[in-house]
């Protein structure tokens, strides 16, 4: 091999090759040029490069960097997040969406513009394909994960440089719901008995749906309720005592867990199930529920009219409705975190206690779920009329003449 001006023919090559360095690492790749000219100038403007980094005026690109799809990336964050034990389906479907608009790209060349055009079609959708236009939320996480895979492969090395990934305002995708004391009450005779002391627990405890129904008898030792790490969302362990409400609530429980199994008795591993077997997805029960409470309706997916399934929708007519025609609007299961959190808080159990017990990281997500309503208000302007009267009173005591 004979090297001549920074290029040079491998042994029984007939394609020139190109060396060069940059902060200690050596770089060599194909000019993929048969003609020595054509093959100085591409080193040239590789030389270029290699200086224009050194100036800071713009980070170098590799020839490996080059190759990077954003199918490696996201193979390689898809592993991350299986070895941290986070993969999720909801992961997996977000994935599939940044794959499908991105999966093939060189990885270099996913701008900002580029990602922009991203969030345009997501948001208005594809009627052609009869894609619907996806919500803030959604675009947001498909984002998320994007960003994501661009900052582990920055960090690993593998690329100098990312492209800046803005997120979309959801200020207006806060939910704001929460139960009163009579709403409780009134969703309970309407929801299945197996479902009753679980909604309960949610609403006094604030714990996430998938935690409470991870719960087993094991997790119980005397008065206080002990949740796995493994079974949080934060993978932080939590454990709370309980008395009261709380402590009727696990007996009725323990004696709902007594099942005779080859003429023995015996107890259920969880605390909350379904003839002995894990709370499964509830949706359409929670649903009818709240329908049938009040506390939310059924509306048609096309003109957002009420409308009950086995008939028409009232404003569009034709086949009779199926439930996947049809959209729910009301109060949520998750509404009892927002309820019990928000109990705490009026109840005087300091913010950080008040954490611990529900599991939120940081200060400004418990914030968002410490709703005020009308009755709160009234109190603050009851309390505020009470303390101005007071001090009205006392400048007029000092204004009395002697």
Known sequence: MSVDGGIYLPKGSS??????????????????????????????SRMKEVGADQIGAKPFVGPQQQKLTVNDLLDALEVDYRVRDKLSPQVLSHLKCV????????????????????IENLKAGDPEKKEKPKAKATINRALQLLSQAFKLTVDRKRLT???????????????????GEDELREILKYLPEYLRDFCVFACRVSWRKSEIIS????????HSVRLRGVDSKSRDGRVIAFDGELAELLDR????????????IRLVDY??????????????????????????QMLCRKCKTPAKTCQPCPKCGGKNLEYRDLKYNGKLFH??????????INAGVPDKQAMTVSGHKTRSMLDRYTIINENDMLNVMKRTQKYVKSLSAKAGRRQKPQ
């Open 15 to 44: 394609i020139w090759w190109c060396r060069y360095s940059l902060r200690g690492t050596k770089y060599r790749e194909s000019t993929r040029e048969r003609d020595k000219s054509k093959a100085l100038k591409f080193r040239k």
């Open 99 to 118: 794959r499908k608009a991105f999966g093939t790209w060189r990885a270099v060349n996913v701008t900002e513009e580029e990602v922009d055009r991203f």
């Open 161 to 179: 440089q990312m492209p800046k990934i803005r997120k979309l305002s959801e200020k207006d995708n806060v939910r704001e719901g929460f139960f």
């Open 215 to 222: 719960l087993r008898w094991a997790d119980v030792d005397g």
């Open 253 to 264: 429980r323990r004696a709902a867990g007594q099942i005779e199994v080859d003429s023995c």
């Open 271 to 296: 605390v909350f199930h379904n003839d002995g077997m894990p709370v499964g997805d509830f949706r359409k029960a929670w649903q009818t529920a709240a329908c049938e409470a009040g506390l939310g």
């Open 335 to 344: 509404d009892f975190r927002r309820t019990a959190v928000r109990n705490m």
